[in-house]
C-alpha cells in the first residue's frame, strides 16, 4: 500500500523550476552577449584593390577628352542647277582636283532654255548687223544728197556771180541777176540743212547701235549663264584634295532628284587636320586657347595647341579643337578616333594621391585608409581640391605617406574597417 508523501512532490517542483528559471536566464545572457557582439570584420583581397600613396610634390593638371581628327578647311560642292542624277563616277577616298567630275546631272528644260538663250542670242546678231547696214545705207543716202545739192549750190553761185557781172556791164537784166542769188542762197540753205540732217542723223546711229548692242549683251550673258548652268550639270570639284562624303546627311544614289543649292559632296585637304575632342563640362572651365596638349592617334602621338573652345555646351560637353604641330603619325585621316590630353597648369608643391574613382574636383570622399600593420583600412573622411587626369589635390584628411584605396568599395560602404588579406 502506498504512503503520499507531499514533501517529495514539492522538492520535485522546485527541482523543475530550478532548471527552467536557469535555462532562461542563461538563454537571456547568451542573448545579450550576443547582442554586444561587433560584426566581424570583412575581409579584402589585397591584390584586388588599387591602392597608392599620398605624396607631396610638383603636379601637372591635365584634363582628358575623346574625339576625333578632322579637316582644317572642308569643302562643300553645292548644286548650281536642280537635275537628276545620272552618273556617280568616283567614290569617297579618291583624290581630286579642281576640274575632277564628280556627278552628271541632267534637266531637259535647262538645256531647252540654253538653247532659246543662244537662238535669242543669234537673232540680236543679226539685228545688230542689220541695223549697221541701214544705217550705212541712210548715211549714204544723205551723202549722196548732200553731194548732189552741194554741186547745184556751186553751179548756181557760178551762175549768179557771172550774172552779177553782165548785169554791171548791162548785158543781163538787175532781175535775172537777183534770181540767180536767189537760187545760190536757196542752195546753200539746203545745203546747210542736209548737213544738219547729217549730224543729226549720226546722233541718231549712235543711239540706235547702242540700244541694240546692250540688248545683244543682254542676251549674250543670258546665254552664257544659261551655258554655265548646262555645264555644271557636271558637276566638278573645284577644289584640290580628298573627296570625303558624296552627299548631305545620306549618300547620293543614281536617279536621285536634287534641288540648287543642295550639298553633293565634301572636299578636304587630309594633310591639314586638327584634332576635335569632346571635354566634360566640369572639366573645361580651365582650358584656354593657347594651352598645350597632346594627341594620341593610336598610331603615334603630336603635339598641339588648344586653338578653340565652343562656348556652347552639348549633352554635358564642351568641344575643344587642338591645332596639331609636326608631321601627323602614318594613318592619320579624317575622322580617326584619337585621345587628346589638355595641360591646364603647374602646381609646384601640392599634396597630391592617385585620382579615386567617382570623385570631383573640390569634393568631400570617403577613402579607406591602410593602417601601419598594412593588414587593416579604416574609413576615413577627405576632402579634396584640384584635379588632373591620374591624380587630385588633397585638402584635408590625409598627409604625405599615408596609403589609401582608390578602387570602387561601395561594396563595403556599411563597413568602417576592413582586413587586407
Known amino acids: 500500500m502506498d504512503i503520499p508523501r507531499p514533501s517529495l512532490v514539492r522538492g520535485k517542483r522546485f527541482r523543475v523550476m530550478g532548471i527552467v528559471v536557469s535555462s532562461l536566464f542563461?538563454?537571456?545572457?547568451?542573448?545579450?552577449?550576443?547582442?554586444?557582439?561587433?560584426?566581424?570584420?570583412?575581409?579584402?583581397?589585397?591584390?584586388?584593390?588599387?591602392?597608392?600613396?599620398?605624396?607631396?610634390?610638383?603636379?601637372?593638371?591635365?584634363?582628358?577628352?575623346a574625339g576625333v581628327l578632322v579637316p582644317e578647311e572642308i569643302q562643300w560642292v553645292t548644286a548650281t542647277s536642280p537635275g537628276r542624277i545620272e552618273r556617280i563616277p568616283l567614290l569617297p577616298g579618291v583624290a581630286v582636283t579642281a576640274d575632277t567630275v564628280l556627278l552628271e546631272l541632267s534637266n531637259p528644260e535647262l538645256e531647252q532654255a540654253a538653247f532659246d538663250a543662244e537662238s535669242l542670242l543669234q537673232t540680236a546678231e543679226a539685228q545688230l548687223e542689220k541695223l549697221k547696214v541701214q544705217l550705212e545705207s541712210d548715211h549714204l543716202t544723205l551723202e549722196s544728197s548732200i553731194a548732189t545739192i552741194k554741186s547745184e549750190w556751186t553751179q548756181a553761185r557760178l551762175e549768179a556771180e557771172a550774172d552779177a557781172e553782165l548785169a554791171r556791164d548791162r548785158l543781163v537784166s538787175a532781175l535775172a541777176a537777183r534770181r540767180s542769188r536767189s537760187k545760190a542762197d536757196d542752195l546753200a540753205t539746203r545745203l546747210e540743212l542736209e548737213q544738219k540732217r547729217v549730224s543729226m542723223q549720226a546722233q541718231s546711229a549712235r543711239a540706235l547701235l547702242a540700244a541694240q548692242q546692250a540688248e545683244l549683251a543682254k542676251c549674250r550673258k543670258h546665254h552664257q549663264l544659261k551655258q554655265r548652268q548646262v555645264e555644271a550639270l557636271k558637276v566638278r570639284a573645284r577644289f584640290l584634295g580628298v573627296l570625303q562624303r558624296l552627299g548631305d546627311p545620306g549618300p547620293l544614289q543614281v536617279g536621285q532628284q536634287v534641288a540648287a543649292g543642295t550639298k553633293l559632296a565634301q572636299i578636304a585637304d587630309p594633310a591639314r587636320l586638327k584634332a576635335e575632342i569632346k571635354v566634360a563640362?566640369?572639366?573645361?572651365?580651365?582650358?584656354?586657347?593657347?594651352?598645350?596638349?597632346?594627341?594620341?592617334?593610336?598610331?603615334?602621338?603630336?603635339?598641339?595647341?588648344?586653338?578653340?573652345?565652343?562656348?556652347?555646351?552639348?549633352?554635358?560637353?564642351?568641344?575643344?579643337?587642338?591645332?596639331?604641330?609636326?608631321?601627323?603619325?602614318?594613318?592619320?585621316?579624317?575622322?580617326?578616333s584619337i585621345e587628346g590630353i589638355v595641360t591646364l597648369e603647374r602646381l609646384d608643391d601640392v599634396l597630391q594621391v592617385g585620382r579615386p574613382v567617382n570623385t570631383a574636383e573640390y569634393g568631400r570622399a570617403s577613402l579607406f585608409r591602410v593602417l601601419r600593420d598594412r593588414r587593416q583600412a579604416v574609413r576615413t573622411p577627405v576632402r579634396l581640391g584640384r584635379s588632373s587626369v591620374h591624380t587630385i589635390e588633397v585638402l584635408d584628411g590625409l598627409d604625405p605617406g599615408d596609403e589609401v584605396i582608390l578602387s570602387d568599395m561601395a561594396a563595403w560602404a556599411a563597413h568602417e574597417r576592413i582586413r587586407l588579406n
Do not use: C, F
Open 26 to 65: 542563461a538563454l537571456a545572457l547568451i542573448t545579450v552577449g550576443l547582442a554586444r557582439w561587433k560584426p566581424a570584420v570583412p575581409a579584402v583581397i589585397r591584390a584586388a584593390v588599387w591602392v597608392d600613396t599620398v605624396k607631396r610634390g610638383p603636379m601637372l593638371r591635365e584634363v582628358r577628352g
Open 281 to 336: 563640362e566640369t572639366q573645361a572651365r580651365d582650358i584656354q586657347i593657347g594651352q598645350g596638349a597632346i594627341v594620341d592617334t593610336y598610331h603615334g602621338v603630336v603635339s598641339g595647341r588648344v586653338s578653340r573652345v565652343d562656348p556652347v555646351v552639348l549633352n554635358g560637353t564642351v568641344t575643344v579643337d587642338i591645332a596639331l604641330h609636326g608631321a601627323l603619325p602614318k594613318g592619320a585621316r579624317p575622322d580617326l
